[in-house]
Every structure is written in structure tokens, then in C-alpha cells.
């Protein structure tokens, strides 16, 4: 099924997407969001980000210098949230075989950015529930973000693959 994401849709201020599905319109508002974390707002959000894997669309928002945030798994069709878990530092999710694999920058003051790659069985409504941190790579774990380049993952041939810019790493996952 071939959907149409919007992000920020001009015609719904409270809405954080919209999904276009067979020519009907949905969105994701923020109230449905704010529950599980207050500090998402249309005027605190700072970055957002989308993925349709098998239907469902997979995203991240992230608030306050990306300190908090959300990874959610939402079905635009039956207009359900199906997964939400911490997002803080969250740059993209993905669905791959049942669970949400995340990828994380975490970066303050005072502290050297570090990538992380998390995952989550799909079906998580607990933020306050870990999620399991999977090892990765030195070369990836302490490289430093390309200025100005997309930086996500993907799955490629049952392997995780994440692009940094031009660089592209691809990092063996336990049962994926």
C-alpha cells in the first residue's frame, strides 16, 4: 500500500503528520503524543522524522536540544498508535521482523556525540520500559555527524545498514 507523509501539514496545525492512504487524509496529532510525554508541543518540537516500513509509519520526535522525545509505530489506516517508547536523542526508527530498531546521537554539553542503536519489541506503550542497547562498531559508535548530512539506518540483506552522509556501515544485528 503506498502512502503520502506529510510532516507539519499546513492544514492542521495540531497535527504532527498526516498520512494520505487510498486519497483519504489521517493525522497524527500531538495530544495523542503528549500523553505519553507533556513536553512535546507544536512549539517545542525540534526535530521530526518519518519512515513507512510494511504499512506502518515509524517515526521519532524529539524536543528541548533533543534531551526528550518519542520513538513511535503508528498505523495510519485503522488511525492507531501501535508503539511508544523514549525517544531522547532519537535521530530515526525503523521496523524490521516485530521490533523498532532506533538510532540515537547523544550529544550535550560537555560531552563527545556517541551513536547507540537500540530495539524494542513492537507493541511497547511503557516509555519508562528500557529498551535493549546493541553493540556497535567503534568506527560507528564514536564517529563524528557529518556537517549538513543525513544521517539513518535502513535494513539491507538482514543486515542494518547506517549512512552517515557518504559513509555507510553495515552492522550484524542478533536475531533480526
Request: aromatic residues 8%.
Amino acid at each position: 500500500m503506498d502512502y503520502r507523509v506529510r510532516l507539519f501539514p499546513e492544514e492542521n496545525k495540531k497535527a504532527l503528520m498526516s498520512a494520505t492512504v487510498k486519497e483519504k487524509t489521517v493525522c497524527l496529532l500531538y495530544q495523542r503524543l503528549s500523553q505519553h510525554n507533556r513536553d512535546l508541543t507544536p512549539l517545542t518540537t525540534e526535530r521530526v522524522t518519518a519512515t513507512v516500513c510494511n504499512g506502518i509509519v515509524v517515526g521519532t520526535v524529539t524536543a528541548h536540544k533533543e534531551q526528550t522525545g518519542l520513538i513511535f509505530a503508528w498505523d495510519p489506516v485503522k488511525n492507531r498508535i501501535l508503539h511508544v517508547s523514549d525517544g531522547e536523542f532519537a535521530i530515526q526508527a525503523i521496523l524490521v521482523g516485530g521490533k523498532v530498531y532506533s538510532l540515537h546521537c547523544i550529544s550535550y554539553y560537555g560531552k563527545y556525540p556517541e551513536f547507540r542503536l537500540c530495539r524494542m519489541k513492537l507493541g511497547n506503550k511503557d516509555i519508562c520500559k528500557g529498551y535493549e542497547i546493541l553493540s556497535l562498531p567503534d568506527e560507528v559508535t564514536n564517529h563524528s555527524w557529518p556537517e549538513g548530512a543525513d544521517v539513518r539506518i535502513e535494513c539491507r540483506e538482514n543486515r542494518l545498514m547506517i549512512i552517515m552522509g557518504k559513509e555507510k556501515f553495515l552492522i550484524d544485528v542478533p536475531d533480526l
